[in-house]
């Protein structure tokens, strides 16, 4: 597969972290031109842990791209395995060698490394040439390795603009759905709710776009 699936193709959810893990191999500037913003925000630590719980590892309400991306790949490389069961089985090689990696590639450590420096790191300028994503794309770089699945990523269609799953946009709510694309076991949303929700990403992303 070459071409990196919509959010609303039912294959983004298994295919999302090999894309990404290649999408980050692009130079930084080019990588910049595939998101849903183009001024980058930097985000503060605070705003981070303000939505941390139990069930929720990040922030789903920050708009900034890089975190967003960093989510992604950084706290949810995780998200992989499903593809490497997809094509190689539980109990392959390749499944026990990523298993192996995983934890040591993406630790607690490094993730939370990655977010003390928070607003450097979602700066344009931390993004281009900061340590901590050399570090990062470095990481991904192993993990594809390890799992045989790092490709040329000038050879991929990735989507312009690039949405990221846990994270909602204002043209996802330019037509109302009563069953919404990005519910995951198809739950219904009445028509005030939606209105609401299209209301406050309205609020969240105008000026920034």
Not at 183 to 205: I, N, P, V
Request: proline letters at 7%; hydrophobic letters at 40%; a negative charge.
């Amino acid at each position: 597969m070459n071409t990196m699936p919509s959010k609303r193709d039912p294959a983004h959810a298994l295919y999302e972290t090999y894309f990404l893990m290649n999408f980050v191999q692009l130079p930084p500037e080019k990588q910049l031109e595939h998101f849903y913003l183009r001024r980058i925000v930097p985000v503060p630590p605070e705003a981070h842990y303000q939505a941390v719980t139990l069930d929720t590892h990040y922030n789903h309400l920050i708009i900034n791209p890089l975190y967003q991306l960093f989510v992604c790949i950084g706290l949810y490389s995780f998200e992989l395995f499903p593809l490497l069961v997809h094509l190689y089985g539980i109990s392959g090689e390749r499944y026990e060698r990523c298993d192996r990696w995983q934890p040591r590639l993406f630790s607690e450590r490094f993730q939370a490394a990655f977010l003390s420096h928070l607003t450097e790191n979602t700066s344009r300028e931390g993004f281009c040439h900061g340590a901590d994503w050399q570090s990062l794309r470095r990481r991904c770089r192993i993990f594809l390795q390890t799992a045989d699945l790092l490709e040329n990523p000038w050879q991929i269609a990735f989507p312009q603009p690039l949405k990221l799953s846990g994270f909602l946009y204002p043209d996802d709510f330019d037509c109302y759905e009563s069953v919404p694309y990005w519910s995951l076991y198809g739950e219904t949303m009445a028509r005030a709710q939606w209105d609401e929700m299209k209301a406050m990403h309205d609020d969240l992303y105008r000026g920034a776009v």
